[in-house]
T-cell receptor, first 118, second 116 residues
Framework: DAGVIQSPRHEVTEMGQEVTLRCKPISGHDYLFWYRQTMMRGLELLIYFNNNVPIDDSGMPEDRFSAKMPNASFSTLKIQPSEPRDSAVYFC????????????????FGEGSRLTVL | AQKVTQAQTEISVVEKEDVTLDCVYETRDTTYYLFWYKQPPSGELVFLIRRNSFDEQNEISGRYSWNFQKSTSSFNFTITASQVVDSAVYFCALSEPRDSNYQLIWGAGTKLIIKP
């Protein structure tokens, strides 16, 4: 069974450009999460969806960031315009159920998209 | 406030040694979940274990074992007879399901280096 698939694996862009990161969650998982990982701040939850509906976007740094989940098998994280401080590894993860009352509650992570903004 | 502390930034041992990674947490709740994840050099995070606050039994899975002690708010992870393939960054995380929003509180991670 395929895991969480993210693309691109690596992206190098110039400041001011639009960046779109893509994620295909595991089929049947009804939660999808976007995380950002940096050396300085560690792992940060940006936003998560339940059944394609955004539940909590309080971790989105600012209006330059937006995320969508048009259907159960696809999500995007967009940064427009990008800035050098957005350079990080962005992870998508999916989960079958919430942690609360869950049988597993474990997150399945993709391999990440490494973004470098020059 | 919720907090997860992994005081060991980096640990380096020689293969076949036993190694323990520490995790100390802070929480207001009596019901919570603790996790360990592994991040190998390839980058993806891999779930290792979930433990709820009502289950204080220690867990063993092959060379891996976990020691959950509520009295000291610790959830330590031990690798017995370490192998080079165990080299990775290991994260401890906490979740309080009472919160209306889903959020895992992550530790900073411990980088484990196993030397041949």
């Amino acid at each position: 069974d395929a895991g969480v698939i993210q693309s691109p694996r690596h992206e190098v862009t110039e400041m001011g450009q639009e960046v779109t990161l893509r994620c295909k969650p595991i089929s049947g998982h009804d939660y999808l999460f976007w995380y950002r990982q940096t050396m300085m701040r560690g792992l940060e939850l940006l936003i998560y969806f339940n059944n394609n509906v955004p539940i909590d976007d309080s971790g989105m740094p600012e209006d330059r960031f937006s995320a969508k989940m048009p259907n159960a098998s696809f999500s995007t994280l967009k940064i427009q315009p990008s800035e050098p401080r957005d350079s990080a590894v962005y992870f998508c993860a999916s989960s079958l159920v919430r942690v609360a009352g869950a049988e597993t509650g474990e997150l399945f992570f993709g391999e990440g998209s490494r973004l470098t903004v020059l | 406030a919720q907090k997860v502390t992994q005081a060991q930034t980096e640990i380096s041992v020689v293969e076949k040694e036993d190694v323990t990674l520490d995790c100390v947490y802070e929480t207001r709740d009596t019901t919570y979940y603790l996790f360990w994840y592994k991040q190998p050099p390839s980058g993806e995070l891999v779930f290792l274990i979930r433990r709820n606050s009502f289950d204080e039994q220690n867990e063993i899975s092959g060379r891996y074992s976990w020691n959950f002690q509520k009295s000291t708010s610790s959830f330590n992870f031990t690798i017995t007879a370490s192998q080079v393939v165990d080299s990775a960054v290991y994260f401890c995380a906490l979740s309080e399901p009472r919160d209306s929003n889903y959020q895992l509180i992550w530790g900073a991670g411990t980088k484990l280096i196993i030397k041949p």
